[in-house]
């Protein structure tokens, strides 16, 4: 009886170990489309701080549209695309071609090449516990970058995107400095907040600011032409 039930038992294991785990793999390449012809368009703010200049508090706002204009190939044999950049004042004026950068999607990385060279935007697949260098591509100092509320609803502007990620790139204050960077992005569309701010403040007061850039990035339309 023994011998019998060591047989059943015997075959049981080897029959579940036929069965290979149900894991399925999100990758989240659809937070970082590549389809030629979409467009993204923001309203863009810069401010710069300066309690020693007149104004001591400049803004600058305006809109930047971005187009997947062209595939082409990269140095490195890899498939990218051309990003035609267009500037306007306001929503009255007329787009003028400011400048081309390129991108690519590989199956690990999202890369941007702009003025300040290749730039690492996304790693896949998209976790958690994901940490890479946004500059480890080009000659800018190491900048660690992570992710957070990864495939959370978000709502800007009175629209909701149903499923979005924040790469976290910097989120720092002490007594006079305040540092903060991040972006997010949307499934399906690709980038649509970006927060930058390098600041001097004064005794950790984040509204009380001596000096130093801040720059913001909202999405205001989307779609393909």
């Not at 290979?20 to 810069?46: A, C």
């Not at 187009?67 to 007329?94: H, M």
């Not at 009175?158 to 790139?169: A, G, N, P, Q």
């Amino acid at each position: 009886m023994r011998i019998v039930y060591f047989l059943f038992l015997s075959f049981a294991v080897l029959a579940c170990k036929k069965d290979p785990p149900n894991h399925t793999i999100i990758y989240g390449y659809e937070y970082f489309p590549t389809t030629i012809g979409s467009f993204k368009t923001y309203d863009v703010v810069e401010i710069f701080h300066d309690l020693d200049l007149e104004p001591q508090h400049d803004t600058l706002r305006y809109q930047i549209k971005e187009v997947l204009a062209d595939l082409l190939i990269d140095n490195e044999g890899d498939t990218a695309q051309k990003i035609k950049r267009y500037f306007r004042e306001s929503d009255t004026s007329t787009w003028i071609l400011q400048d081309i950068w390129t991108q690519k999607r590989t199956a690990s990385t999202a890369e941007v090449v702009n003025e300040n060279g290749r730039g690492i935007k996304l790693v896949f697949a998209i976790a958690y516990d994901r940490f890479w260098n946004g500059n480890a591509l080009n000659s800018g100092e190491a900048l660690s970058c992570y992710y957070e509320d990864i495939y959370l609803p978000f709502t800007q502007n009175e629209t909701l995107y149903d499923s979005t990620v924040r790469v976290e790139k910097e989120n720092f204050i002490s007594f006079i400095d305040y540092r903060r960077d991040y972006e997010i992005y949307a499934r399906n569309i690709g980038m649509i907040k970006s927060v930058y701010k390098d600041l001097e403040i004064d005794d950790s007061d984040t509204l009380d600011i001596q000096k130093g850039p801040e720059l913001f990035y909202t999405l205001i339309d989307f779609g393909t032409e």
